[in-house]
């Protein structure tokens, strides 16, 4: 069992920079693939980014890639979002989740959600 508690969101002007940490529970965090996702008004949950459990490997959507950036600290059980150059279409409220020994980019892949944090991006 992972419980997963999201954090570091807020109001942010365009152009400008918001981490986000994810703080896991558990003893086996560094056996678990991270993604973070992203919900707007109106709109379906999608992929943003994600890390293997080793962090050798990561993934971006199109979206955000030059962007964005993940990683993790397994000795502190938590996954960072840094977010540059942030724009308006940002806006959504930001999910992590986990997968035990794999990185799925699809939402159906994880089974270990947050409960989300707000991220507002004004222009």
């Known amino acids: 069992q992972v419980q997963l508690v999201e954090s570091g969101g807020g109001l942010v002007q365009a152009g400008g920079s918001l981490t986000l940490s994810c703080a896991a529970s558990g003893r086996t965090f560094s056996s678990y693939g991270m993604g973070w996702f992203r919900q707007a008004p109106g709109k379906e949950r999608e992929f943003v980014i994600a890390?293997?459990?080793?962090?050798?490997?990561?993934y971006y959507a199109d979206s955000v890639k030059g962007r964005f950036t993940i990683s993790r600290d397994n000795a502190k059980n938590t996954v960072y979002l840094q977010m540059n150059n942030l724009k308006p279409e940002d806006t959504a409220v930001y999910y992590c989740a986990a997968k035990y020994k794999s990185v799925p980019t699809t939402e159906i892949g994880y089974n270990y959600w947050g409960q989300g944090t707000q991220v507002t991006v004004s222009s």
């Open positions: 890390i293997s459990w080793s962090g050798g490997r990561t």
